[in-house]
């Protein structure tokens, strides 16, 4: 079966490093762009980021830049999302997603999603 | 950043019926590269389509999408118990790629 399997919710608080997983299965994992989206609460989604994991090449939103990581792991077939320091402002339900085609295109299949909560 | 405005933001509807949807860009679309999702609680978003007007995989044909430059519309020609959910459109045609607000389609 093609899907993406994402890690398990997580509650942090500020200042807390935190990494999260997105392990693809049922496709060449390495051929497919993978991007990061986002729900804060009571908001509409926002785009992250996108990371081809084959080159690791990737692409951020402005307002995400410096603030998260994107990397990936073909041997394991898993991309990640990391922050070094947690801030309040990022909780939300963070959703990976496979590009349908290519690097400029939609996504075509979704993981259900990692809750982070950051409260102290 | 194109901003996308979906209107209405919720939409009432009977089974049976049809409705359609709006989303509008700030700025033209580049190569018309807006998809439509539909999301439901509890699930991933689902791809229904991509390129303005392309159905994705497994996606019936009540549904469909039109439109061009900054206007786009998704169009669902009878609507199914299934079809009840949160619609979301969004550009990839320029970075930062955006999403629309959401459209709810509730049961009338």
């Known amino acids: 079966e093609v899907q993406l399997v994402q890690s398990g919710a997580e509650a942090k608080k500020p200042g807390e490093s935190l990494i999260i997983s997105c392990q693809g299965s049922g496709y060449s994992f390495s051929r497919y762009w993978i991007g990061w989206v986002r729900q804060m609460p009571d908001k509409g989604l926002q785009w992250l980021g996108i990371i081809y994991p084959r080159d690791s090449e990737t692409k951020y939103s402005p307002s995400m830049q410096g603030r998260v990581t994107l990397s990936a792991d073909t041997s394991t077939s898993t991309a990640y999302l990391q922050w070094s320091s947690l801030k309040a402002s990022d909780t939300a339900l963070y959703y990976c997603a496979r590009l349908r085609s290519g690097y400029s295109s939609s996504f075509d299949l979704w993981g259900l999603g990692t809750l982070v909560t950051v409260s102290s | 950043d194109i901003v996308l405005t979906q209107s209405p933001g919720t939409l009432s509807l009977s089974p049976g019926e049809g409705g359609t949807l709006s989303c509008r860009a700030s700025?033209?679309?580049?190569?018309?590269?807006l998809a439509w999702y539909q999301r439901k609680p509890g699930q991933a978003p689902r791809l229904l389509i991509y390129?303005?007007?392309n159905r994705a995989t497994g996606i019936p044909d009540r549904f469909s999408g039109s439109g061009s430059g900054t206007d786009f519309t998704l169009t669902i020609s009878s609507l199914e118990p299934e079809d009840f959910a949160v619609y979301y459109c969004q550009q990839y045609g320029s970075l930062p790629w955006t999403f629309g607000q959401g459209t709810k389609v509730e049961v009338k």
């Open positions: 390129g303005t007007s």
């Open positions: 700025l033209p679309v580049g190569s018309n590269f």
